[in-house]
């Protein structure tokens, strides 16, 4: 079985930066697709940023221009580094790996962004 464990979130002012860090345990395989997703309370879980096999990358709009998302070379961790945070940003933040047969969640990390 595979866990994912994020780590990284915590309190930050508008306009400050994280690091957000996604590493598996278990059996440790090299994901095909690795993915950031976010949820506040009431609302749906939303895609913030996907890296795909060829490395190519993809983001949600609020996002685009403030969070890059990166992994090891192993394929086996996936990062997130989010500048210029924004109340908006507030959420409990979730990395995924899937691929063919195969999805996982972390248990997630809370992210506040306020003054």
């Known amino acids: 079985q595979v866990q994912l464990a994020e780590s990284g979130g915590g309190l930050v002012q508008p306009g400050g930066s994280l690091r957000l860090s996604c590493a598996a345990s278990g059996r440790i395989r090299s994901f095909g697709y690795m993915a950031w997703y976010r949820q506040v309370p009431g609302k749906e879980r939303e895609m913030v940023a996907t890296?795909?096999?060829?490395?190519?990358?993809r983001y949600g709009d609020s996002v685009k221009g403030r969070f890059t998302i990166s992994r090891n070379k192993a394929q086996s961790a996936v990062y997130l580094q989010m500048n210029n945070l924004e109340p908006e940003d507030t959420a409990i933040y979730y990395c995924?790996?899937?691929?063919?047969?195969?999805?996982?969640w972390g248990q997630g990390t809370q992210v506040t962004v306020s003054s």
């Open positions: 995924k790996a899937f691929g063919t047969g195969y999805s996982y």
């Open positions: 890296i795909i096999p060829s490395g190519d990358t």
